[in-house]
């Protein structure tokens, strides 16, 4: 999702400087039509119609998922129609018409909350978001029975692919809806929810965040988030880092029993940004047979400066959409012309296909394809020049061909590596559920 960094801060490199202030989570929402309506860049990479042919051709025979997709937050929106398609609206990348031309099979449905407020009563407002949004997502299943499906363990991706329906799995970003009454994370499995993170843009209960600029806060995961991740564990739900502090890292490393995902992240070594993970934390993560999820966030792609009087001219648009949860799909198709109009005015450097690239091959050489996955962002901000909905996605695949990866890398990169790291938390948790009570003959 977005996140807590206003749009002025975030434009160039995904959170604000250190000394600029953090802005509130509903203050966000137009970053996603900043990286929309730049012209092409020059010289960026270009695939032939064969290539883009051969690419959707393979994605029909494989499972093609995304471990982080905030369409949850449009299921609400008026005029919003998941099963028609949305092209050029500055809310929506993802929906059925586009999910077919793109040969993608689905993912992680995000249930997020922004990081607001650390009292009582917001605790309890992030508690009713929480459920509200999981209630969304369930009565989309329950609308459209016959196109989209939920997934409840690793094999039913699959399933749902042959029974030509789109795959559902629930997720969590940020934890906040937990920390009033942790006991609800029971009823979420039970619902769902397969993937959770614990933190967001800015610190919470239960873990430090990579970009909060008061800096750490627990060092790492708090006495609270490590009781609720490892009752996650004991459920089967897969531990998201993506977000979280590198202490957080090194805490779920030396803490968890099973492999754990960053579902939408990037590598240091390629920018510099406290969201991506150096080298020694992805070989690390692969050494535990985790998965790093490439993102298309392009905050944590490039560093794109945005200049004074670009940053004024987004803060008055910003001024115009402030209610963003509250945001017709009418309202995003009028933001996004208002959004072309201003990049025709301030032109900023946007983040490419080829800076994608850059990201995935790295993360590839580094942690290894059988690690590696696909998290884009989509409807939270992801997306780059030459790839602005799933409609885009078969260049991926096409990249991938041209470097030549195999078809079983491929698939494992589509979705087998993160189905991979599902089994395992699930097979571990029924072997611990069958183990006898301690002290039972």
Do not use: C
Not at 33 to 62: K, N
Not at 175 to 183: G, M, N, R, T
């Amino acid at each position: 999702a977005i996140g807590a960094a206003g749009v002025g801060g975030m434009v160039g490199g995904g959170i604000p400087a250190h000394d600029e202030p953090v802005m509130t989570p509903r203050k966000t929402f137009l970053l996603l039509a900043l990286l929309l309506a730049a012209a092409p860049a020059a010289g960026a990479v270009e695939f032939s119609a064969a290539e883009l042919s051969r690419a959707a051709a393979l994605q029909q025979r494989l499972v093609t998922l995304d471990s982080h997709l905030d369409t949850a937050e449009n299921l609400h929106r008026a005029g919003f129609d998941i099963l028609q398609p949305h092209p050029g609206n500055a809310l929506s990348q993802v929906d059925l018409p586009r999910m077919r031309h793109g040969a993608f099979d689905g993912g992680f449905f995000a249930i997020y909350t922004g990081q607001g407020e650390r009292t009582p009563q917001a605790w309890e407002e992030d508690r009713d978001a929480g459920l509200k949004r999981l209630v969304e997502i369930r009565e989309m299943l329950a609308a459209h029975p016959r196109q989209f499906g939920l997934a409840l363990t690793a094999d039913d991706a699959a399933r749902l692919k042959r029974e030509g329906r789109r795959v559902v799995y629930i997720s969590m970003e940020n934890a906040s809806p937990l920390v009033k009454d942790p006991s609800l994370l029971g009823f979420y499995r039970d619902e769902g929810l397969r993937l959770l993170s614990l933190v967001h843009f800015l610190n919470n209960e239960l873990a430090d965040s990579s970009t909060d600029p008061k800096g750490p806060e627990w060092h790492g995961i708090s006495p609270a988030g490590k009781a609720l991740m490892m009752d996650a564990v004991k459920r089967g739900i897969v531990i998201d880092q993506s977000h979280a502090s590198d202490e957080v890292f090194d805490q779920m490393l030396e803490l968890l029993p099973v492999p754990f995902i960053a579902s939408h992240s990037g590598a240091k070594a390629v920018y510099d940004h406290p969201r991506n993970l150096d080298d020694a934390r992805l070989r690390k993560l692969a050494a535990k047979g985790g998965v790093v999820q490439v993102n298309s966030y392009p905050g944590y792609l490039i560093d794109a400066r945005p200049s004074p009087e670009r940053k004024a001219a987004e803060a008055a648009l910003e001024k115009d959409y402030a209610d963003w949860d509250r945001l017709t799909m009418a309202q995003g198709a009028e933001l996004a012309a208002r959004q072309k109009a201003l990049d025709d005015a301030y032109p900023v450097r946007k983040a490419t296909l080829d800076d994608f690239f850059a990201h995935l091959q790295h993360l590839l050489d580094v942690a290894g394809p059988e690690h590696v996955g696909i998290g884009m962002d989509w409807d939270g901000g992801g997306g780059v020049e030459g790839m602005q909905s799933v409609a885009d996605l078969p260049r991926i695949t096409a990249w991938l061909l041209r470097k030549g990866y195999s078809e079983q890398q491929i698939a494992g990169i589509w979705g087998g590596n993160l189905l991979r790291v599902l089994r395992q938390a699930q097979d571990y948790a029924a072997a611990q559920a069958a183990r006898p009570p301690a002290g039972a003959r």
